[in-house]
Nanobody
Framework: QVQLLESGGGVVQPGGSLRLSCAAS????????MGWYRQAPGKRRELVAR???????DYADSVKGRFTISRDNAKNSVYLQMNSLKPEDTADYYC???????????WGQGTQVTVSS
C-alpha cells in the first residue's frame, strides 16, 4: 500500500485560492491514478479531479475551469490548485491512489477546506 499525507487546507474567502498537496510514500506512485475527492457534511464523498500516470486529467463539472490537478512523479506528489473558490467547495478533501493492476486503493486522512466570508 501507499501512505498518503494531504496538506494545504484552510479557511479562505469566496473567490480566493488554495493549493492542496498530497505526498505519497512507496515506489509505485508513478503507476497509480491519483485523485482528489471531497466530502461535505451530510453528503457523499465525490470525485473532484483525477490524473492518470501519463498525465491525462478528469474533473467534476462543478470545478472545471477553476481547479487544476497536477502530479510530480519525481517527488511522489499530487497537487490540486483551487481558484475562484465558492462556499459550496467547503468540504474535507481526500487524496486517493488507485491501481487495479497492483490492487492499490489508498486514502489519505483528509484536509479541511472552508470557504466563507
Amino acid at each position: 500500500q501507499v501512505q498518503l499525507l494531504e496538506s494545504g487546507g484552510g479557511v479562505v474567502q469566496p473567490g480566493g485560492s488554495l493549493r492542496l498537496s498530497c505526498a505519497a510514500s512507496g515506489s509505485i506512485f508513478s503507476i497509480a491514478t491519483m485523485g482528489w475527492y471531497r466530502q461535505a457534511p451530510g453528503k457523499r464523498r465525490e470525485l473532484v479531479a483525477r490524473i492518470i500516470p501519463r498525465g491525462d486529467t478528469d474533473y467534476a463539472d462543478s470545478v472545471k475551469g477553476r481547479f487544476t490537478i497536477s502530479r510530480d512523479n519525481a517527488k511522489n506528489s499530487v497537487y490540486l490548485q483551487m481558484n475562484s473558490l465558492k462556499p459550496e467547495d467547503t468540504a474535507d478533501y481526500y487524496c486517493n491512489a488507485l491501481s487495479v493492476l497492483y490492487r492499490l486503493d489508498s486514502w489519505g486522512q483528509g484536509t479541511q477546506v472552508t470557504v466563507s466570508s
